[in-house]
């Protein structure tokens, strides 16, 4: 088990990484892990959903998370909007993972444990030259 007290005062002789492999380019079966919600610095807020791969035929990328950023569409004193053109990214997820029923109550944590396919593709940082693996879409299993 971790411990933190431990961890502050360990010793290491190895180098750590400082880049890491992108999950590759494929669709997966995944797992919503967890979710959280931020701002950014901008004032956007955003659901970020952690997705974990479910994909024994790809040993590269099984059990592998990833993250999602959903930006949100909120009205001037923070609800969330509904109606034509607000909150797509969401309304695809919710879809998904068959929960984006009218009447029916939903909220965000509801997410965790859903199970769909995510598109991941691969989008290359142009200052740095780095690759980063994204969730690219949702779809029902």
Request: aromatic share 6%; hydrophobic share 40%; proline share 5%.
């Amino acid at each position: 088990m971790f411990d933190p007290n431990t961890f502050a005062t360990m010793t290491i002789t190895e180098a750590n990484a400082t880049e890491y492999t992108p999950i590759p380019e494929d669709e997966y079966q995944a797992v919503v892990d967890e979710i959280a919600a931020r701002v950014t610095t901008t004032g956007k807020p955003i659901l970020d959903v952690t997705w974990k791969l479910d994909a024994p035929q790809a040993p590269d990328a099984d059990g592998k998370k990833i993250r999602q950023s959903v930006f949100l569409d909120v009205s001037g004193s923070g609800d969330l909007l509904s109606g034509k053109g607000a909150n797509i990214q969401l309304g695809r997820l919710r879809e998904a993972v068959k929960q984006n029923q009218t009447g029916k109550a939903w909220t965000p944590s509801m997410l965790i444990g859903c199970v769909a396919h995510i598109l991941v593709k691969h989008r290359l940082e142009e200052a740095s030259g780095k690759i980063y693996a994204d969730v690219k879409g949702v779809t029902a299993l």
